[in-house]
């Protein structure tokens, strides 16, 4: 599977921010597309997913209530809207097929990725 990204930006702190991924290639089988981040010095961290299945979503604790995973499963789509941006949101985001297959990987080594800048 081949997944392209877009949506980099740069916001103020409180702004929003929206990525989109799209995977191409044998997506068929893929049950499961999540989000990534990697903080300049910190270790890849997933931050949410959802199940192309049953839409069900899992946040982590760091965004939960203010980021939100969507997808459009027509397009092969998946959406991270990133809202109450703070300081510590500056990362680089990656999207995923089946993320729980790459929890524990120090690097988010699988795409290159796309930058949120937040100022303060």
């Known amino acids: 599977v081949q997944l392209m990204e877009s949506g980099g930006g740069s916001v103020q702190a409180g702004g929003s921010l929206k990525r989109s991924c799209t995977a191409s290639?044998?997506?068929?089988?893929?049950?499961?597309m999540g989000w990534f981040r990697q903080a300049r010095g910190s270790e890849c961290t997933l931050i949410a997913t959802?199940?192309?299945?049953?839409?069900?979503?899992t946040y982590d604790d760091s965004v939960k209530d203010r980021f939100t995973i969507s997808q459009d499963n027509t397009k092969n789509k998946a959406y991270l809207q990133l809202s109450s941006l703070k300081a510590d949101d500056r990362a680089m985001y990656h999207c995923?097929?089946?993320?729980?297959?790459?929890?524990?990987?120090?690097?988010?080594?699988w795409s290159q990725g796309t930058q949120a800048t937040v100022s303060s």
């Open positions: 995923a097929t089946e993320p729980h297959q790459l929890v524990g990987s120090t690097f988010c080594y």
């Open positions: 290639g044998s997506t068929f089988d893929v049950s499961e």
């Open positions: 959802i199940s192309r299945r049953d839409g069900s979503t």
